[in-house]
């Protein structure tokens, strides 16, 4: 397994950065590890989609003291900004919010999977808050986003999540680094 750094785009970048780093070295490094790549993640995604709660959770910290970031909406045109370097996307989504939130995503997916700093890169998206009784399945958000025409010939995983299936989410970042490592052994390759 190898070690990941993520950046939230719009989320208190220097604490969360920091934070969320330590949090996947405790996750994937027990004693002294060997020399292992790290990976530049970027993690966007709609305000309220859960973003910080699952990255808290996983660093084992409670995500009742996650406040929502304010403002959100009004950064999404500087995403941008933090997509050079990076080596990777996790774009999560609300799988329960209302059809004009999940229409707004679905273009802001659209956006990244089309953006020249991104286009190649693997993508994990987060159909998150799969606990609400309003939740759509994986393969309604998959219908929903377009995403078999759109994503053809990327790398991606689309998976289900919420804060109750933490195992869930630990086996969908490990899927991801499987398409870290596979583009670092085609590049080795080429």
Same mark, same amino acid.
């Given at each position: 397994?190898?070690?990941? /750094?993520?950046?939230?785009?719009?989320?208190?970048?220097?604490?969360l950065?920091?934070?969320?780093?330590t949090?996947?070295?405790?996750?994937?490094?027990? #004693?002294?590890?060997?020399?292992?790549?790290?990976?530049?993640?970027?993690?966007? +995604?709609? *305000?309220g989609? +859960? =973003?910080?709660?699952? &990255?808290?959770?996983?660093?084992?910290?409670?995500?009742?003291?996650?406040?929502?970031?304010? #403002?959100? %909406?009004?950064? /999404? =045109?500087?995403?941008?900004?933090?997509?050079?370097?990076?080596? #990777?996307?996790?774009?999560?989504?609300?799988?329960?919010?209302?059809? %004009?939130? &999940?229409? *707004?995503? /679905?273009n802001? &997916?659209?956006?990244?999977?089309?953006?020249p700093?991104?286009?190649?890169?693997?993508?994990?998206?987060?159909?998150?808050?799969?606990d609400?009784?309003?939740?759509?399945?994986?393969?309604?958000?998959k219908?929903?986003?377009?995403? $078999?025409?759109?994503? /053809? #010939?990327?790398r991606?995983?689309?998976?289900?999540?919420?804060?109750? %299936?933490?195992?869930?989410? =630990? %086996?969908?970042?490990?899927?991801?680094?499987?398409?870290?490592?596979? =583009?670092?052994? $085609?590049?080795?390759?080429?």
């Amino acid at each position: 397994m190898s070690d990941l /750094r993520i950046s939230e785009a719009f989320l208190y970048m220097d604490y969360l950065g920091k934070q969320q780093q330590t949090c996947f070295r405790a996750l994937c490094c027990k #004693g002294p590890p060997p020399a292992r790549p790290e990976y530049d993640l970027v993690c966007i +995604g709609l *305000t309220g989609s +859960g =973003k910080t709660s699952l &990255l808290s959770k996983l660093c084992s910290e409670s995500p009742d003291s996650v406040v929502s970031t304010t #403002g959100a %909406d009004n950064i /999404r =045109k500087y995403w941008s900004r933090y997509y050079q370097g990076s080596q #990777g996307v996790i774009f999560v989504l609300d799988s329960a919010s209302s059809e %004009d939130d &999940l229409e *707004t995503a /679905r273009n802001e &997916l659209h956006s990244a999977l089309q953006h020249p700093q991104l286009c190649t890169l693997p993508f994990l998206i987060l159909a998150n808050h799969q606990d609400k009784p309003a939740a759509r399945s994986v393969q309604e958000v998959k219908k929903y986003f377009e995403l $078999e025409p759109l994503a /053809r #010939g990327k790398r991606w995983i689309l998976q289900p999540c919420s804060l109750d %299936d933490m195992e869930a989410l =630990k %086996d969908s970042f490990s899927q991801l680094i499987n398409l870290l490592e596979e =583009k670092d052994h $085609e590049a080795v390759r080429m």
